[in-house]
Each structure stands twice: as structure tokens, then as C-alpha cells.
């Protein structure tokens, strides 16, 4: 059984290693959405995954981290890439939820970065 939740936050950054005449090596922000995707089999006690109040819990610590903070002074996100942003999620959630199986991270509605831990 696959179950998501979707989490979202505010946050600015730039990217510094793509050209200056580039418009995101200028300071900007985004309203990101986050979907964490498990993977397991359903408790039959329970009938979850995992509680999605467990699942807010694993990764409320994370979204501290990020919301309402310039990206690029977070440590590992030096260059806070949609790309970056989701193995830096994997990265620190994996750990402690076991079931992830996907990361995905929406800079807007309209393009995401996905990552699997490959």
C-alpha cells in the first residue's frame, strides 16, 4: 500500500551557480509543496501505513528548517535547487521513516523534482 501526505512552506533563495544574467541567481521565494509517498503493508490492527499524525511528527522537525527561511543558509542547501531540495529531504527522513519510497518537491504547481533515493 502507497500513501502520501502533503505538506507545504514559504521560503526564498537563489541559485548561485547558474549564470547572474539568469533571474534565479536574484533572490526570489516560492510557496513549495512537499509530498512524502510511503510504502508498507497496512496494520490490521491499526489499517495504516502509518498514522499521518506520526508521519507530521517525523517530519515537523524538517519543515521548522525550512519554512520562512532563505534556503541557501540552511546547512546542506547551499544551492537549494528543487532537485537538491528533495534528496535533502530524503537525506534526513529516510532515517526515521523507513516506508518513504518518494520525495517529491513542487517549486510551483507546474514543476516538481521527484527522488527515490537512486
Known amino acids: 500500500m502507497k500513501i502520501t501526505q502533503t505538506f507545504t512552506f514559504e521560503a526564498a533563495h537563489r541559485l548561485p551557480n547558474v549564470p547572474t544574467t539568469h533571474k534565479c541567481h536574484r533572490m526570489h521565494g516560492h510557496s513549495y509543496r512537499v ?13 495504516f501505513v502509518i498514522d ?47 516506508e518513504l519510497c518518494l520525495v517529491k518537491v513542487f517549486e510551483t504547481p507546474l514543476c516538481w523534482a521527484e527522488y527515490d533515493g537512486k
Not at 39 to 47: L, R
Not at 74 to 83: D, I, K, Q, R, Y
Request: hydrophobic share 40%; charged share 25%; no cysteine.
Open 35 to 47: 509530498e512524502l509517498q510511503l510504502d508498507g503493508p497496512v496494520d490490521p490492527t491499526t489499517g
Open 52 to 98: 499521518f499524525f506520526d508521519l507530521e511528527k517525523a517530519f515537523g522537525p524538517l519543515l521548522e528548517q525550512l519554512d520562512h527561511h532563505t534556503l541557501n543558509d540552511v546547512a546542506g542547501l547551499e544551492n537549494p535547487t528543487a532537485e537538491n531540495i528533495a534528496v535533502w529531504i530524503w537525506d534526513r527522513t529516510k532515517p526515521v521513516l523507513n
